[in-house]
């Protein structure tokens, strides 16, 4: 009798939830970048993965990138959204990057059966302030989860990306600076 | 003719204008006539250029916009396929370990020399929808099954976990089916290359019988502090009273192969890892009749099971307090009516030369429900992953017996053993 009661309470819990059947999704993108960008989300840019970039996502990655991504920015502020594998399932995660650090990270989709803790703020303040060292790693550590292993290790190789795209960014844009200034002077120059 | 009043006067004033400068060089009308008409060819002909080469780059700007868009179709195109290829909603995963056992008992009859592929281990998952899902394991122990005469055979071919799971909401689910029970560490998470040790631990294999596994049915939240909870419905224990293996946990397993369930069991574990590093856990087990079967002296069963993972930076210690209590007449004549064990685990992870190397030591303390499962055991070896999913490992073991009448089983010796997962 105990157990039929226990086994109906569950079979009811289960009978009555309303949200079976739709997207675990923990943020949506919009709210991502609404709240990276709070005066005003500026238009999304293209950053093609060239061959020695494509080269180096890949070799952080567990996977194929695509053939571009797509970014944010305004100055020294972008914000990335970056898949990655994690035991079995693409992890979907927001990386806000300022001047070179990590400023902010989010999960957006988790597939796993393992690992649900990635996703809270317990686990990702731990990117903060994070930057590339010379190797190509985090400056700070992260410590793990016991059973979600890989889980973390695909979140910090995407906060590596992040900060390894940010630089290629930040890098072309004062190169267009660069030209920019020099260009004006020349003008003056002749004139 | 299109000569313009303007152009004939200017040319009319440049005119007069060289005739002041060169008085004996008079100009006639004729002159400049065929002046204005050879500037006005000019001027036609370079207006008709200006409009080809306007022409050419608007048709320039097309194409590149086509090609663009080209580009870019083509782009999503690619992004799209890769995008299905790892969105695929079946997906297979796998471990396995083989290992080597070399180990000096007192009574030589109890040497081990052996080479043994230990487990392979296939998982086979499906996403219905994005809440509701199924998983399952199967496991080829000992590397052969075959049909015998005498029912003898090398392994077992066994189904682990299949169950069908629901998510109720971001933080609630529910799952039906065969599933491994929330208890202990090695449990749960027993890939080769997430622990130490060739051979799994004692504690977690006399002790929790791991890996453990029962039919039912499961509900359980996880929430932003890092606290989580199990709840589970499901088959339990059939304990032999008599014989050889009499009271012994792990003889009880059933593994939903035709499990009686005249009596069922229920497992609640509580969980915190709401600190990076550290998992606190605790697990209350309770078997209504370990033995499916009233009156035989057995009568019910509690387990209680703690433990503790801490991990910073390349340290990391792990230790695992479990303990059964029976009631029953027969089962406290056995005196195995409390059967408990213990370790601790303390390991340090190097990256070395770009790869892992993982260092340890153990010590357990068993006392089951048989005199050889009553020991110590002191252990220590390293793990090194050339890469995450691949794992080759060496320990050195030293077991003692607490009964002297078990001493000849007392031994000492190495093991190796190569596993991965995928």
Redesign the interface.
């Known amino acids: 009798m105990k157990?039929r009661t226990?086994?109906g309470c569950?079979m009811a819990?289960?009978a009555s939830?309303p949200?079976?059947?739709?997207?675990?999704v923990?943020e949506t993108s919009d709210s991502f970048l609404a709240a990276a960008f709070p005066e005003a989300v500026p238009a999304a840019s293209v950053l093609w993965l060239q061959k020695n970039l494509r080269a180096e996502v890949t070799e952080i990655l567990d996977?194929?990138p695509?053939?571009?991504i797509r970014y944010w920015q305004d100055g020294g502020r972008t914000a990335w959204l970056l898949?990655d594998?994690g035991?079995?399932?693409?992890i979907t995660a927001g990386f806000v990057v300022q001047n070179g650090a990590i400023e902010k990270v989010q999960v957006l989709v988790f597939?796993e059966?393992?690992g649900?803790?990635v996703k809270?703020?317990?686990?990702t303040r731990?990117f903060h302030k994070a930057r590339l060292n010379d190797g190509g790693e985090l400056s700070r550590?992260?410590?793990?989860?016991?059973?979600a292993?890989?889980s973390v290790?695909a979140m910090t190789r995407m906060a590596r990306v992040a900060l390894l795209l940010d630089g290629h960014v930040q890098q072309l844009n004062a190169g267009h600076s660069n030209y920019s200034n020099w260009a004006k002077a020349s003008e003056a120059a002749s004139d | 003719m299109r000569v313009t009043l303007m152009t004939l006067l200017i040319l009319v004033a440049t005119a007069t204008h060289a005739a002041e400068k060169s008085p004996d060089e008079p100009i006639s009308l004729e002159a400049v006539w065929a002046l204005v008409q050879g500037q006005q060819a000019e001027i036609d002909q370079l207006t008709a250029e200006l409009k080809a080469t306007k022409a050419q780059l608007k048709q320039t700007d097309s194409k590149a916009q086509i090609t663009e868009e080209q580009l870019m179709a083509t782009?999503d195109y690619?992004?799209e396929v890769?995008?299905n290829r790892?969105?695929s909603r079946t997906?297979i995963?796998g471990y396995g370990e083989m290992h080597y056992n070399n180990l000096d008992a007192d009574d030589s009859d109890n040497d081990l020399k052996e080479v043994d592929y230990h487990r392979f281990v296939m998982?086979f998952?499906h996403?219905f929808?994005?809440?509701?899902?199924f998983?399952s394991e199967v496991e080829l122990e000992h590397a052969l099954v075959k049909d015998t005469a005498d029912g003898s055979n090398g392994g077992e071919v066994e189904l682990e976990q299949a169950y069908i799971?629901?998510?109720?909401?971001?933080n609630h689910y529910?799952r039906s089916g065969l599933f491994i029970l929330p208890v202990g560490?090695i449990n749960?998470?027993h890939e080769p290359t997430?622990f130490y040790g060739v051979e799994r631990n004692n504690v977690e294999s006399i002790i929790i019988p791991a890996t453990w596994w029962e039919g039912g049915?499961g509900?359980g939240g996880?929430y932003?502090?890092?606290l989580?909870w199990d709840f589970a419905?499901h088959s339990g224990l059939e304990m032999p009273t008599t014989g050889s293996s009499a009271f012994q946990v792990r003889s009880g397993r059933q593994k939903a192969s035709n499990a009686v369930a005249n009596d069922?069991a229920y497992t609640l574990r509580l969980k915190y890892?709401?600190?990076?590093?550290l998992?606190l856990a605790g697990t209350y087990h309770y078997e209504q009749d370990p033995t499916q079967m009233s009156g035989d002296g057995l009568d019910e069963g509690q387990l209680i099971s703690v433990h503790s993972?801490f991990?910073?930076?390349p340290f990391s210690l792990r230790a695992l307090w479990a303990r059964w209590d029976f009631d029953g007449e027969s089962v406290k004549l056995a005196n195995a009516d409390e059967q408990t064990g213990w370790y601790v685990e303390p390991s340090v992870r190097l990256n070395i030369g770009e790869q892992d190397w993982g260092f340890y030591t153990r010590y357990e303390d068993v006392r089951g429900a048989r005199d050889r499962d009553r020991f110590d055991q002191w252990e220590l070896g390293f793990n090194y992953w050339p890469t995450?999913e691949v794992v080759f490992k060496f320990d050195y073991r030293d077991r003692n017996h607490d009964l002297d009448s078990e001493s000849g089983r007392d031994f000492n010796g190495f093991d190796l053993g190569v596993g991965y997962q995928f």
């Open positions: 157990m226990i086994l569950i819990l289960v939830h949200a079976l059947g739709s997207e675990t923990y996977q194929r695509g053939m571009r898949d594998i035991k079995d399932k693409p597939r059966s393992r649900w803790e809270y703020p317990f686990f731990q550590d992260v410590d793990g989860i016991t059973g292993t890989l290790r | 782009a690619v992004d890769q995008r790892e969105d997906s995963g998982f998952g996403e929808t994005d809440r509701i899902r998983f799971e629901m998510d109720l909401d971001d529910v560490i749960e998470t997430t049915a509900v996880h932003g502090n890092g989580s419905v069922l890892t709401g600190v990076p590093g998992e993972i991990s910073r930076g995450e």
